[in-house]
């Protein structure tokens, strides 16, 4: 079975400063990973995904994750954050031929004046 | 915007009553998708449509059914609704089954008292 787990539920930090939202996965089989993110009262966006190659992805706004094998993990970063950042972000995971998207509970980032 | 509409955007009822939602699109996109989104649990799937009539379930689809007559409209229907069935709905849509891409709709908030 798979799993995805965001370690923190919720994530404050201070405008212009950076941040790192942590996601770990369990699979068995090669899986392809992405970040969403939901505005309040919004459907989920899609800020980026790992499918092969370079294990750095970068994203919209700003937005980068590193794939990492061996620690079965895909951490969310961003060097410098907005207020509009503010939002909640979501880790998803897809085994390779799969049907369904793993959505993890979700990290509220909440980014202070 | 991926031309994906919900309706109603909220709704209020009591338990035992019967409820359909209504998830629209206008990109002619084959696969469509129902998730619920609850506090601590993300959203997880529970049912997905791969064609006209050609629906499967997802992880959670206990209580709920779906039809899918024409491409642009996913139904979703609580045949009895219960308090369990309290949550946040939000209709996807992709252009293939392993397309990594699945775009959001804007929700809709059921609350059964």
């Known amino acids: 079975a798979q799993s995805v787990t965001q370690l923190d539920s919720q994530v404050p930090v201070f405008e212009e400063a950076p941040v790192e939202l942590r996601c770990n996965y369990s699979?068995?089989?090669?899986?392809?990973l992405f970040w969403y993110v939901q505005y309040p009262n919004q459907g989920l966006q899609l800020l980026l995904k790992?499918?092969?190659?370079?294990?750095l992805v970068k994203g919209i706004n700003g937005f980068e994750a590193e794939f990492n094998k061996s620690q079965t993990s895909f951490h969310l970063r961003k060097p410098s954050v907005h207020i509009s950042d503010t939002a909640e972000y979501f880790c998803?995971?897809?085994?390779?031929?799969?049907?369904?998207?793993?959505f993890g509970t979700g990290t509220r980032l909440t980014v202070i004046p | 915007d991926a031309g994906i509409t919900q309706s109603p955007r909220h709704k209020v009822t009591e338990t035992g009553t019967p409820v359909t939602l209504r998830c629209h699109q206008t990109?002619?996109?084959?696969?469509m998708y129902w998730y619920r989104q609850d506090p601590g649990h993300g959203l997880r799937l529970i049912h997905y449509?791969?064609?006209?009539?050609?629906?499967d379930k997802g992880e959670v689809s206990d209580g709920y059914s779906v039809s899918r007559s024409k491409t642009e409209d996913f139904l979703l229907t609580l045949e009895s609704a219960t308090s369990s069935q309290t949550s946040v709905y939000f209709c996807?849509?992709?252009?293939?089954?392993?397309?990594?891409?699945?775009?959001f709709g804007p929700g809709t908030r059921l609350t059964v008292l």
């Open positions: 990109e002619n996109h084959r696969y």
């Open positions: 998803a995971v897809r085994k390779t031929g799969a049907n369904n998207l793993f």
């Open positions: 449509s791969y064609g006209v009539k050609d629906t």
């Open positions: 699979s068995s089989v090669s899986v392809y």
């Open positions: 996807a849509i992709s252009v293939r089954l392993d397309d990594n891409e699945q775009f």
């Open positions: 790992y499918l092969s190659g370079s294990t």
